[in-house]
C-alpha cells in the first residue's frame, strides 16, 4: 500500500476500483466495442460506395441538396442499427445480463447509486436543433432540393444567420417578456420571503 487515501464517495475513485475488480469484464467491454466501431466504420463506407443518394460515391459537393444530406444520414442510420446497432446491443446486454447476475447485491446496490444523475447534456444538441430549423426555414424558402452550387456560398451562410435571427425572434421575444414576469413573481417574492424569515 502506498498510503493514499480512497474516496469511496469519488466516481474517479469508485470505476478505477471496480475496473481493477472486475478487469475481465472490462477487457471484454473494449474489445467489444473496438469491433463496434471497426463494424459500423465498415458500413459507412459500404454504405458510401452503394447508395444512390450521392450516386454511390461520385456525386460532388455542389451536387447535393439538404434534402439529399437528411436522406444520406437516415439511411446511414437505419443501415448501422440493422447490421452493427442491434447486434451489438443485444451482445452488450447479455454480456451485462450475465455479468451482472453473479455479483453480490451488496456491489449491485453501488452501481446502481452512480449510474444515477449522470447528465448528457451537450453543446451539439444545439447544433442539431439549428440545423433542423434551417432545413425548415430553406424547405418555406423553396431551395430545400435546390443543389449546393446554384448559389454562391454566401447565400447559404447568410441563410443559416436568418434562420438564427427568427430562433432569437420566435423564442427571445417570449422569454423577455415571460422572464421578468416569472422573476418578480416568483423568484423574487420567495426571496423576499426568505430574507424576512
Partial sequence: MTGEKIDHNNDDDFWKRKIVKHWKAFVVFIIGCVLAA????MVLFWYIENSPIGAMGTATIGEWTLAWIW?????????????VGIPAGIAFGVGWYLWRRNMPEEEKAEFKGKWKGRGTAESGGFGFFMFIVYTIYMYFNGDLFTPFDTYPYSYWVYAWFHTLAWILIIIGIPAAIILPIVFFKVWHKKENETQTT
Fill in 38 to 41: 471497426i463494424g459500423a466504420v
Fill in 71 to 83: 436522406e444520406f444520414f437516415i439511411f446511414l442510420i437505419l443501415w448501422e442499427l440493422l447490421i
